[in-house]
């Protein structure tokens, strides 16, 4: 039996004390990995059945736990006598580290069917109730002995790619623009007759370049379909990677047939996918599905997501760090223009890794703390920006024309309360 897991895991080991659970424990997590109650029961106690002891010694694996995914090691404990509150303590420890929380449950058979099935479901019940997202029962020796764990890189991960990259800000269907850019990057774009051949286009990079965006593709501008054929087709051969804005996921959720406001230029992007061939559209969306929404790229060097990333959450997987990454963090007041105003995570980062992002436009990119905005409002009438990593050059080409009139004005500051807009020329607002 295989049980495929993120490297990065938060492991609960669950049934009685036996051979078969040493044995397995020994097999498939080291001494640093495991983290077991009675072990700490005798560090802080010379009686382990003393009042209390069990509930210090947890205290202390909470404290554990807590330290090893916070530095991104795979983590297991033996959480056989544990309460159901005290697993649920331990599931939200994991999920506020981003990490997925994983029960293996060793029930063996040892009564009749009816019995042991009513164990199993019982068990998988509370560990569900609990909070767990990946649930594993093996039911007798011979499974406990035939599991394989394989750890598994998150599809996030890309550390293997060194570049040297070629970083691309919001497109919004601007495709004109996009052309111009690539073939400024020196890459030589080819079209096809047949729309059926690699969606359209083929993409010839410059030597060793790869070329990556930081998503929203689409809505706005007058050629999103072409935007996605092109972007879909790099993809596809590997010559660009790509993760999910805010738009492109809107636009997954209408495909999946969920009830969307169809605003902030949506219905643009849906009146030219209505042109192309379902196949098309279908492969679209299968496309936006598999999306990351963010990447860890040059051995933990670059991390590429849409409205950037704190660096806690790099490499990490959870629905806190999706939004995070397509939405940025608010600080639930709005600015005269009615747009959330953001907080400006870029002047606390300190992390090593450098970080590239867009959602927010700026009149031009500039680098803080080792991060920089590269959605420099081409559909609004900007540039299209690129940044070259690791020459950190940014290479932009002009907007050729207004295709969308902004909310704010991008000459406007961002991030600021509403307070600090009063003394603008109203002709800005």
């Known amino acids: 039996m295989k049980i495929n897991i993120p490297k990065l895991s938060f492991i609960a080991l669950i049934g009685v004390a036996n051979e078969e659970k040493s044995t397995f424990i020994q097999k498939h997590f080291s001494s640093n990995e495991m983290i077991s109650l009675d072990y700490y029961k005798g560090v802080i106690s010379n009686d382990k059945n003393a009042p209390d002891t069990a509930k210090d010694a947890f205290d202390i694996a909470k404290y554990s736990i807590q330290k090893r995914l916070q530095r991104g090691y795979l983590t297991a404990i033996d959480a056989t006598?544990?309460?159901?509150?005290?697993?649920?303590d331990l599931v939200h420890l994991a999920k506020k580290h981003h990490v997925l929380p994983v029960a293996i449950v060793m029930n063996q058979k040892k009564d009749n069917s009816r019995s042991h099935k009513n164990r199993t479901d019982q068990h998988f019940l509370e560990l569900k109730k609990a909070g767990f997202k990946q649930i594993f029962i093996l039911n007798s020796r011979e499974e406990i002995e035939a599991v394989n764990i394989i750890r598994e890189k998150s599809p996030n991960d890309k550390s293997e790619f060194i570049g040297p990259f070629d970083i691309i800000g919001d497109v919004h269907g601007c495709f004109s623009e996009l052309s111009t850019l690539l073939t400024?990057?020196?890459?030589?774009?080819?079209?096809?007759?047949?729309?059926?051949?690699?969606?359209?286009?083929?993409v010839l990079p410059p030597r060793n370049r790869k070329a990556i965006f930081v998503g929203d593709l689409v809505d706005r501008g007058p050629a999103s379909n072409e935007v996605l054929r092109l972007a879909m087709s790099m993809v596809k051969n590997e010559t660009g990677l790509c993760v999910i804005g805010n738009h492109d996921e809107k636009l997954l959720k209408k495909l999946n047939g969920r009830d969307v406001q169809i605003r902030y230029g949506l219905a643009e992007t849906l009146e030219q996918l209505a042109k192309e061939p379902s196949q098309f559209v279908e492969e679209v969306r299968e496309f936006l599905h598999n999306l990351v929404d963010h990447y860890i790229l040059d051995n933990g060097q670059l991390v590429i997501a849409h409205a950037g990333l704190k660096e806690e959450m790099h490499g990490r997987i959870s629905n806190a760090v999706r939004n995070y990454c397509m939405y940025g963090?608010?600080?639930?007041?709005?600015?005269?223009?009615?747009?959330?105003?953001?907080?400006?995570?870029?002047?606390?980062?300190?992390?090593?890794?450098?970080?590239?992002?867009?959602?927010?436009?700026?009149p031009k990119p500039e680098f803080i703390n080792n991060t920089a905005n590269i959605d420099t409002g081409c559909v609004f009438g900007g540039n299209l920006t690129a940044l070259r990593y690791p020459?950190?050059?940014?290479?932009?080409?002009?907007?050729?024309?207004?295709?969308?009139?902004?909310?704010r004005p991008l000459n406007l500051p961002q991030n600021v309360e509403s307070k600090d807009l009063i003394d603008q020329p109203k002709k800005n607002i």
Request: hydrophobic share 25%; proline share 4%; net charge positive.
């Open 81 to 88: 006598n544990l309460q159901s509150s005290d697993r649920k």
């Open 184 to 202: 400024k990057l020196g890459y030589t774009i080819i079209k096809h007759q047949n729309k059926m051949n690699n969606y359209g286009y083929s």
């Open 329 to 362: 963090e608010t600080t639930g007041k709005k600015d005269d223009f009615g747009l959330p105003i953001r907080k400006n995570w870029a002047k606390e980062y300190n992390g090593e890794a450098m970080v590239i992002y867009g959602h927010t436009p700026v």
């Open 391 to 407: 020459e950190k050059e940014f290479i932009s080409v002009k907007a050729e024309k207004v295709w969308s009139e902004p909310t």
